[in-house]
């Protein structure tokens, strides 16, 4: 390549030595080229010059291109080599521990399939162990139920033993149940007795209030239409009262004394008629008392 180049320059001198020796070389040819009857040889020489001229220094280009990409190459290759070298220590430990790494991994599966088989074994036992705890205390449920039912059957029937003992005493003269009565059966006799006239008058008393429920009712109705009739009487015997008084204001001496006494007696009548309706409300009432009893 560094031939080639050194040919081309010499080619190039002695092309730029020939036209300084002969300005005229282009007519020359150009007259030389129509006389042997190649027209255009010298340009097409140019032209072909001119290309191999280019051509040339795109390879000296490439060539200078290939050997700066050469260099970097080597530039390169020397970097990793030299990377390498240094990181060799460190490649090896990284192989010896990934080596590592892989074993305890294999150790770390091994006893996590054996844990998952342990917990899968007493998961089950717990289970087996529950159910029998549940069904235990199931049984122990039933167990304390008869027991305290059990217990309370034999307190009762000691209880009634002890009743049954006492009563032979009592029949037999040697003491007595209270001061009232003599025996235990006796004293439950009395207590049937006033039950029964209890019940007996609680069917009286429900009988006489079914009898006079509607006539209780048809009172009470009769006493609020009294009220609300007395109640308006009330309110008309005010409004002639304020009435007279306005009169009396306006200086009526003889109509003023009339329209007093006339204004007194409409009020103590609304009064009096007031005090029978609450007296009446009251009487309602004590009937609505008896009928809710």
């Known amino acids: 390549m560094a031939e080639l180049r050194r040919e081309n320059d010499v080619l190039i001198r002695t092309e730029e030595i020939l036209r300084s020796r002969d300005a005229n070389i282009s007519e020359f040819n150009a007259k030389l080229e129509q006389e042997k009857g190649v027209q255009g040889f010298q340009a097409a020489q140019d032209q072909l010059e001119s290309v191999s001229s280019s051509t040339g220094k795109a390879d000296a280009v490439k060539t200078e291109t290939l050997d700066e990409i050469s260099k970097i190459v080597e530039k390169i290759k020397a970097s990793i080599l030299e990377k390498h070298n240094k990181l060799k220590p460190q490649i090896v430990e990284f192989k010896a521990q990934r080596a590592k790494a892989d074993d305890i991994e294999a150790e770390y599966q091994k006893k996590k399939r054996a844990y998952e088989n342990t917990v ?174």
């Open 120 to 293: 899968l074994s007493l998961n089950a036992e717990r289970l087996t162990l529950e159910k029998e705890v549940e069904q235990n205390t199931a049984l122990l449920k039933e167990e304390e139920t008869s027991y305290h039912y059990l217990n309370g059957m034999a307190i009762i029937s000691g209880a009634r033993q002890q009743l049954l003992k006492e009563e032979n005493t009592y029949l037999a003269g040697r003491g007595s149940f209270s001061a009232e009565h003599k025996t235990y059966s006796d004293s439950l006799a009395k207590s049937i007795r006033d039950h029964e006239a209890l019940a007996k008058k609680l069917h009286r008393d429900q009988k006489e209030v079914k009898e006079t429920h509607d006539s209780a009712v048809d009172r009470r109705k009769m006493y609020s239409h009294l009220k609300t009739l007395m109640q308006t009487k009330l309110k008309i015997s005010q409004s002639e009262k304020a009435r007279n008084q306005q009169m009396m204001a306006g200086g009526m001496g003889m109509g003023m004394g009339m329209g007093m006494g006339a204004s007194s007696a409409a009020a103590m009548d609304g009064e009096n008629f007031m005090r029978l309706g609450m007296d009446a409300d009251n009487v309602g009432g004590g009937d609505r008392l008896i009928i809710n009893d």
